[in-house]
Structures are given as structure tokens and as C-alpha cells.
């Protein structure tokens, strides 16, 4: 069965205290794994596409990669407007119209 | 990118009422799609709505329950029917403006209690 699995569910990191978050999936046939974030109140906002793996996405403080098996969305020198709930999505060849979402990562970053 | 309005952004409803929830995007899209988020919990794809044609549900999902409707390429409506307390979510509409890309844009969700 296809799934996400997304650790740790929260993190507290101090302002410039970089830090990894995982997403870990099991899809038979990945066509692509999106990052989101997701603020309180709001709907997610998407961050990035990974097809392949090997695969690297930067975007300001965030770098997202992707193996086989999981992906790292790697967060240097965060900022307190970095924290966020962040989200791993995955779609699978078999029907590009599902996406398995985690349950996320909440980020709180500390001044 | 897409610009979602969604309405209401919140309710509070009576156990066995129904709620309609609209989602009007900014340009015009193929698919639209309906996910819940429960408290703490992933998004899960409620049903896919074409224009012209019945909404897919996922498994779980029954059109009963989760009548949409997709009149035009730049509107839904999910409606939540005959609510019970578990039915209190965030209620999200979703497009993917550039098809097959899997970049989805969200509307900022309806977070519905049932009492």
C-alpha cells in the first residue's frame, strides 16, 4: 500500500540551528515527491517538485533531495518565519490524480 | 499559480444539517480536487471533480455523503451531508494549474465543527 511517513512530528530548533526533516514513502512507481508548507489557518503552499533520484531543489534556506526511499527537506540557518508545518507528498504512475500526503513535520523556530 | 477562494472559511453546524462549501478559482482548470484534513492528520483526497462529468470519490468517500458539483472550469461546491461530530475537518479544495505537473495550489480551507 502506498504511503508517507514523515518524521519528527515536531521540531524546535533555535534561530540558526540547521536541521534535517524526513520523508520517508512507499509507492509503487513514484512519478514525483512534492514538498508543501503549510502555516496556521491557511492551506498548504508548494515548495518543491523531486522526479528522480539524486534529484536537488533549493529554495532560500530550504534544500530538498530525494533517494529511493526518502527524501530530506534540509533547513540552514532557519529563521522564526521558517516556522511552518511542512508536508511530503507523493504521487504515484499508477494515477497521477492521487497524492499520498504525510502528516507533516510542525517547525517552530525559537529567536 | 491560482488564486482559491473558499466560503465559509469556518461553521459551526447542527449534527444532521448539510453544509455547502464553495471553492471559486481565478482562471480557468481541468481538475479540481477536495481533500480533508483532520486535526493533526494528512490530507486525504476526498474526490476529484471534472467539469462536464460525475466527481471520482476515493475509497471511504460515497457521493451521498460528498455530493459535488463542478458546473464551469472555475467553480465547485462539496457539499458535507447529514453531519456527524466525525465529519468536523478543514475541508480543502485544491487545482493543479499545469496539468501533470503535480503542483498543487489550495484554497485556504473551511474548518467546519459539528456539534
Known amino acids: 500500500e502506498d504511503q508517507v511517513t514523515q518524521s519528527p512530528e515536531a521540531l524546535r530548533l533555535q534561530e540558526g540551528e540547521s536541521s534535517s526533516l524526513n520523508c520517508s514513502y512507499t509507492?509503487?512507481?513514484?512519478?514525483?515527491l512534492f514538498w508543501y508548507r503549510q502555516d496556521p489557518g491557511k492551506g498548504p503552499e508548494f515548495l518543491f517538485t523531486?522526479?528522480?533520484a539524486g534529484e536537488e531543489k533549493e529554495k532560500e534556506r530550504l534544500k530538498a533531495t530525494l533517494t529511493k526511499k526518502e527524501s530530506f527537506l534540509h533547513i540552514t540557518a532557519p529563521k522564526p518565519e521558517d516556522s511552518a508545518t511542512y508536508l511530503c507528498?507523493?504521487?504515484?504512475?499508477?494515477?497521477?490524480?492521487?497524492?499520498?500526503f504525510g502528516s507533516g513535520t510542525k517547525l517552530n523556530v525559537k529567536p | 499559480s491560482a488564486v482559491i477562494s473558499q466560503k465559509p472559511s469556518r461553521d459551526i453546524c447542527q449534527r444532521g444539517t448539510s453544509l455547502t462549501i464553495q471553492c471559486q478559482v481565478d482562471s480557468q482548470v481541468t481538475m479540481m480536487f477536495w481533500y480533508r484534513q483532520q486535526p493533526g492528520q494528512s490530507l486525504t483526497l476526498i474526490a476529484t471533480a471534472n467539469q462536464g462529468s460525475e466527481a471520482t470519490y476515493e475509497s471511504g468517500f460515497v457521493i451521498d455523503k460528498f455530493p459535488i458539483s463542478r458546473p464551469n472550469l472555475t467553480f465547485s461546491t462539496l457539499t458535507v451531508s447529514n453531519m456527524s461530530p466525525e465529519d468536523s475537518s478543514i475541508y480543502l479544495c485544491s487545482v493543479e494549474t499545469r496539468l501533470n505537473t503535480g503542483e498543487l495550489f489550495f484554497g485556504e480551507g473551511s474548518r467546519l465543527t459539528v456539534l
Open positions: 523531486l522526479y528522480s
Open positions: 509507492v509503487s512507481g513514484l512519478r514525483g
Open positions: 507528498a507523493v504521487q504515484s504512475n499508477d494515477n497521477f490524480n492521487k497524492f499520498y
